[in-house]
Antibody
Framework: EVQLVESGGGLVQPGRSLRLSCAASGFTFGDYTMHWVRQAPGKGLEWVSG????????GYADSVKGRFTISRDNAKNSLYLQMNSLRTEDTALYHC???????????????WGQGTMVTVSS | DIQMTQSPSTLSASVGDRVTITCRAS??????LAWYQQKPGKAPKLLIYEASTLESGVPSRFSGSGSGTDFTLTISSLQPDDFATYYC?????????FGGGTRVEIK
């Protein structure tokens, strides 16, 4: 079964850092572009960042550029999101998502994790 | 960056109704568009990709059309399980962006 499990969320003060992880199983992780997507309470979906299967292509939403860094370890079947200089507006449920097709840099996401909650508050 | 505008933001409909949701891109994205369904407390579910290709296992009452900048998601006969929020997303290039969502509620 294809599965994505996020971890690392929690309550953090503004200006501090947090690192999210996404553990993948049930598919050849190293063949797929991966994304982070967040959803603030009661709000819509917001794409945060994406990384290609070989880490050769990465992208960020303007709202997180310069503060967040996406990375992956294909040997560990894991995706990461390093979040620095956190702001109250970063409060959201963070999902990782796998794209539909192998070795495609931009694609729809067919499998999503249930998310990990990040709360930024003093 | 490409902006995605969805309409309406809320839609009231009855079981059996034909429902249409529109999504407009601020510049051409060819057919690089996906539609997702999300229910409260759940992760999004992929319905359609490449603007009109039905994801495996998705009922045939869902269909998508369009290319360039204008796209539609149609539910031919609304079922009780379809009351949810729907999002479009382009994947033409980074940054990928979602539309604001359309909540389909019971009339």
């Amino acid at each position: 079964e294809v599965q994505l499990v996020e971890s690392g969320g929690g309550l953090v003060q503004p200006g501090r850092s947090l690192r999210l992880s996404c553990a993948a199983s049930g598919f050849t992780f190293g063949d797929y572009t991966m994304h982070w997507v967040r959803q603030a309470p009661g709000k819509g979906l917001e794409w945060v960042s994406g990384i290609s299967w070989n880490s050769g292509n990465m992208g960020y939403a303007d709202s997180v550029k310069g503060r967040f860094t996406i990375s992956r370890d294909n040997a560990k079947n894991s995706l990461y999101l390093q979040m620095n200089s956190l702001r109250t507006e970063d409060t959201a449920l963070y999902h990782c998502a796998k794209v539909l097709r192998r070795r495609i840099p931009y694609d729809a996401s067919d499998v999503w994790g249930q998310g990990t909650m990040v709360t930024v508050s003093s | 960056d490409i902006q995605m505008t969805q309409s309406p933001s809320t839609l009231s409909a009855s079981v059996g109704d034909r429902v249409t949701i529109t999504c407009r891109a601020s510049q051409s994205i060819s057919s690089w568009l996906a539609w997702y369904q999300q229910k409260p407390g759940k992760a999004p579910k992929l319905l359609i990709y490449e603007a009109s290709t039905l994801e495996s296992g998705v009922p045939s009452r869902f269909s998508g059309s369009g290319s360039g900048t204008d796209f539609t998601l149609t539910i031919s006969s609304l079922q009780p399980d379809d009351f949810a929020t729907y999002y479009c997303q382009h994947y033409n290039s980074n940054p990928l962006t979602f539309g604001g969502g359309t909540r389909v509620e019971i009339k």
